[in-house]
């Protein structure tokens, strides 16, 4: 235990010291380029969207800084709850997930789902079903990628599953995903 708490503190330490410290001083540039006397409106406007985005991607990352660093053990149906609750969005959970690593592993995967469902859909609703062999994942949102494409994120859903010997199946629509042991 003490070998995972000291690489949880050493990947915060690296996500503090790059990608946070990048995002504020690109947000300092933002804000100087947007205050200045000779910069059109419709640039402002459009800059002011990108320091948006900025601030929430940066306020995402201290988050998982600060859940990296906390010393708080959640059960894995305790934090997937937190962390769902956390999107502001509507969901729906029935069954537990296994109190193990196996547990802990297909909530993160769950929680990268209902992310892409939110960022990448427009998902406003998501249902998950878990049963001891079987999760189904449901959302309301619309496909952004064709299918087949596969992104940073979905190659992580991929290796965590694999870690603990399942795998995932998608609807064509990517409203469904079916995530189960590997027979």
Do not use: C
């Amino acid at each position: 235990m003490a070998d995972i708490s000291h690489e949880r503190a050493r990947i915060a330490r690296e996500l503090h010291d790059t990608i946070a410290q990048d995002l504020a001083a690109i947000g300092y540039a933002l804000d100087s380029e947007i205050g200045r006397s000779d910069t059109h409106p419709e640039s402002r406007k459009a800059l002011r969207a990108i320091r948006e985005r900025i601030t929430t991607l940066n306020a995402t990352v201290r988050e998982e800084i600060f859940r990296l660093r906390s010393n708080r053990d959640l059960a894995p149906q305790e934090q997937l709850l937190a962390e769902l609750q956390s999107l502001e969005i509507d969901f729906k959970v029935t069954g537990a997930l296994p109190d193990n690593e196996v547990g802990v592993e297909l909530g993160k995967v769950i929680l990268e789902l209902a992310r892409n469902a939110t960022v990448h859909g427009g998902a406003k609703e998501i249902s998950v079903d878990i049963h001891p062999e079987k999760v189904l994942f449901e959302n309301d949102g619309s496909p952004a990628r064709e299918r087949g494409a596969v992104g940073f994120g979905l190659t992580g859903v991929m290796e965590r599953l694999l870690d603990i010997g399942w795998e995932y199946s998608f609807a064509e629509d990517y409203s469904q995903v079916e995530i189960g042991r590997v027979s």
